[in-house]
């Protein structure tokens, strides 16, 4: 099985107050960088996919591996972003994980946990935290197409409604890898003794 990762890093932090987000530091390194090196270093996926419109954020993904798509429609909303990432899969990938760049708190063992989950039963992987769902989450193949025809601010999550039969719910017991961090406010709270369990695997590229 061949499963690849689609990392969405090309939203605009309208709720941060005019800062991005993607290059607040977490635990010594800007928060984007966490995702992209766990991805890229985990063993779990053929193919990294990072889109985004900053060279800064694409030399990164390049410099661990990673291959950086531009998405011109960014400004519609996430959906597109999805839609880019998955045109640029390879033809012979069999699961995506669809992950955002301001999950610095991720872990190996989550996503391990999710990929071979959605691999052993053929099925959408969806994370849930106290009955709540969250990403990233991992797709089979077959529903590429409806990813990649996606558009505006309707991400993943519209296509899995529509599809409950073929979700698998993996639970989980902690949500601290899912904290959200979209405000100055929730930054703040975050910050004091929060550290990502993976170091990054490069500095930041100037």
């Not at 309208?14 to 607040?24: E, P, T, Y």
């Not at 998405?71 to 972003?81: E, F």
């Not at 390879?90 to 999710?114: S, V, W, Y």
């Amino acid at each position: 099985m061949n499963t690849a990762a689609v990392i969405l890093a090309a939203g605009f932090s309208r709720r941060m107050q005019h800062a991005d987000k993607l290059k607040l530091n977490i635990a010594g390194a800007p928060m984007y960088q966490h995702v992209i090196s766990l991805a890229c270093t985990c063993g779990l996926f053929s193919n990294v996919i990072v889109v985004t419109n900053q060279p800064d954020i694409a030399a990164f993904a390049a410099q661990n591996g990673a291959q950086a798509v531009e998405n011109p429609l960014a400004a519609q909303g996430m959906g597109t972003s999805v839609a880019a990432g998955t045109c640029a899969l390879p033809e012979n990938t069999d699961f995506c994980a669809f992950l955002t760049a301001d999950q610095p708190f991720l872990t190996e063992d989550i996503l391990r946990r999710l990929v071979q989950t959605a691999s052993g039963q053929n099925k959408i992987a969806v994370p849930r935290v106290d009955g709540a769902p969250k990403s990233p989450c991992i797709f089979p193949a077959r529903f590429f197409g409806q990813c990649k025809a996606l558009s505006a601010d309707r991400g993943g999550k519209g296509i899995y409604q529509q599809h409950l039969d073929e979700v698998v719910w993996v639970d989980f017991p902690d949500g601290r890898a899912w904290r959200d961090i979209d405000t100055q406010t929730d930054y703040s709270a975050v910050i004091s003794g929060c550290a990502p369990a993976k170091q990054v695997a490069a500095q930041e590229m100037p």
